[in-house]
């Protein structure tokens, strides 16, 4: 009788390849498209949508002046609304480039720093990719402390610009 069993080798797990991410504000808005609209105009347009289809409540996260105070935030007016975009891959300048297209028009490009990054990620398999852009300035509340401990929010206005998320899900094996 055997006191020890003899282990059968065991494979170890494959690793499993991990999200990765990109994030971008969105350049070039101060220019005009090549159809002749200007995307300072568009994205102002988004913002006015924005305003026509939200509750006051979805407005600044749907945070309160008193959580604003209490967490000692700076918060967008327009923090949380989702804008659905597409990315366009062309050319410029003999170097592949991307539009960000909203369903207004084109609003921008990505950052040309970023291209071969996103071009590189582009190029591999990925299960699904998820974009998130949101819209970022506008009137931004904030805390100032400086006439009272108990702190007073403060509304700056803030140049419109679009941020993007892109998350890579990977296949998994």
Do not use: H
């Not at 050319?91 to 071009?119: Q, Y």
């Amino acid at each position: 009788m055997a006191f020890f069993k003899k282990r059968q080798k065991e494979e170890a797990p494959k690793p499993q390849r991990m999200n990765e991410y990109l994030s971008f504000r969105v350049t070039g808005t101060s220019y005009d498209n090549e159809d002749g609209t200007k995307r300072e105009e568009i994205i102002n347009s988004i913002a006015a949508e924005f305003k026509n289809i939200g509750e006051k409540s979805d407005f600044y996260g749907g945070y309160t002046d008193k959580e604003i105070r209490e967490d000692d935030l700076s918060i967008g007016e327009y923090e949380g609304f989702n804008l659905p975009i597409e990315l366009e891959e062309y050319e410029f300048k003999n170097s592949p480039a991307f539009r960000v297209i909203t369903d207004n028009g084109c609003v921008g490009v990505v950052p040309a720093k970023i291209v071969p990054e996103l071009k590189e990620k582009l190029d591999e398999e990925w299960q699904r990719i998820g974009i998130n852009a949101t819209l970022e300035g506008g009137k931004v509340k904030s805390v100032d402390y400086s006439d009272s401990e108990k702190g007073k929010i403060i509304i700056e206005e803030e140049p419109l610009s679009i941020m993007v998320d892109l998350t890579f899900y990977p296949k998994q094996e």
